[in-house]
Nanobody, 128 residues
């Protein structure tokens, strides 16, 4: 089973950019669909973006981040990324990467229970 470690979080002013990384262990990273979620205290974990492992690598985004965030992956480095531009204070959250050996469409990949492996999370704080 793959293990995930996020990095790249921090404090940024509104309008700035951050890139989160999710390093995965294991030799079959290219067979995992990767997702990013975020969570703030007292709220449920929220879908941010997902990238399928399948050929053509379907990309999916929450409406709240579409046009500002970009998910990508480098299978040679066993790493997934979340490039976050034009950050807003409401983007403040703990960000988690997740993996699943399955693939599917947006409705399926936006559900947190689709994923069976999670990282420990990285804090992102955006000041106004």
């Amino acid at each position: 089973q793959v293990q995930l470690v996020e990095s790249g979080g921090g404090l940024m002013q509104a309008g700035g950019s951050l890139r989160l990384s999710c390093a995965a262990s294991g030799r079959t990273f290219n067979r995992y669909t990767m997702g990013w979620f975020r969570q703030t205290p007292g709220k449920e974990r929220e879908f941010v973006a997902a990238i399928s492992w399948s050929a053509g690598g379907g990309l999916y985004y929450a409406d709240s981040v579409k046009g500002r965030f970009t998910i990508s992956r480098d299978n040679a480095l066993n790493t997934a990324y979340l490039q976050m531009n034009s950050l807003k204070p409401e983007d403040t959250a703990v960000y988690y990467c997740a993996a699943t050996g399955l693939t599917g469409g947006f409705v399926y990949l936006r559900r947190s229970d689709t994923y069976d492996t999670w990282g420990q999370g990285t804090q992102v704080m955006v000041s106004s």
